[in-house]
T-cell receptor, first 111, second 114 residues
Framework: SQTIHQWPATLVQPVGSPLSLECTVE??????LYWYRQAAGRGLQLLFY??????ISSEVPQNLSASRPQDRQFILSSKKLLLSDSGFYLC??????????FGQGTRLTVV | ELKVEQNPLFLSMQEGKNYTIYCNYS?????LYWYRQDPGKSLESLFV?????AVKQEGRLMASLDTKARLSTLHITAAVHDLSATYFC??????????????FGKGTHLIIQP
């Protein structure tokens, strides 16, 4: 069966520090991968998606970037965090008509 | 631009009652998802609806899809406290490269009181 791992679960980082969140999927190949963000009390916003290694599409201009160095690995990064980057970050995978499955999320607080 | 609107955004109801959450979307899509989110947790998949007229049921929850009206409903029957959560609908967005993510509604915060 397929599983998705996301870490860390929580993170507190100072403004201006770098960020790296990692997501890996097991039990499937060539999945579509997604990063979403949920700001406090708000809905989910798609940040990035990837249909293959090295293929990244960005949804909104922002202080973040994403990379897909391997088929089942998706990384969310920032060189310098802003206060507005705080939120709940969710990685998800999907393919074809299958459901979109979410990881457990990373709660990022920028202080 | 695909827009997804849920209503109500907040719902407080008593146990044993029935209620419906509505999800409207603005452009054609053939896949609609319902998710549940408990406080501080990730999203749990409830239903995926793939065609016009699709109806799926799990316990006290039933979801339906009308692609012509661009409307999905999540019906709660004889609500129980354990169903208290935030419920999101999400619609697949398509571009030239295929399915490229989900557009979510703002969520319905459901509180079920004894």
């Amino acid at each position: 069966s397929q599983t998705i791992h996301q870490w860390p679960a929580t993170l507190v980082q100072p403004v201006g520090s770098p960020l790296s969140l990692e997501c890996t999927v097991e039990g499937t190949s060539n999945p579509n991968l997604y990063w979403y963000r949920q700001a406090a009390g708000r809905g989910l916003q798609l940040l990035f998606y990837s249909v293959g290694i090295g293929q990244i599409s960005s949804e909104v201009p922002q202080n973040l970037s994403a990379s897909r160095p391997q088929d089942r690995q998706f990384i969310l990064s920032s060189k310098k965090l802003l206060l507005s980057d705080s939120g709940f970050y969710l990685c998800a995978w999907g393919r074809g008509n299958t459901e979109a499955f979410f990881g457990q999320g990373t709660r990022l607080t920028v202080v | 631009e695909l827009k997804v609107e849920q209503n109500p955004l907040f719902l407080s109801m008593q146990e044993g009652k029935n209620y419906t959450i509505y999800c409207n979307y603005s452009t054609t899509s053939d896949r609609l998802y319902w998710y549940r989110q408990d406080p501080g947790k990730s999203l749990e998949s409830l239903f995926v609806l793939l065609s016009n007229g699709a109806v799926k049921q799990e316990g006290r929850l039933m979801a339906s899809l009308d692609t012509k009206a661009r409307l999905s409903t999540l019906h709660i029957t004889a609500a129980v406290h354990d169903l208290s959560a935030t419920y999101f609908c999400a619609v697949v967005r398509y571009s030239g490269g295929g399915a490229d993510g989900l557009t979510f509604g703002k969520g319905t915060h459901l509180i079920i009181q004894p």
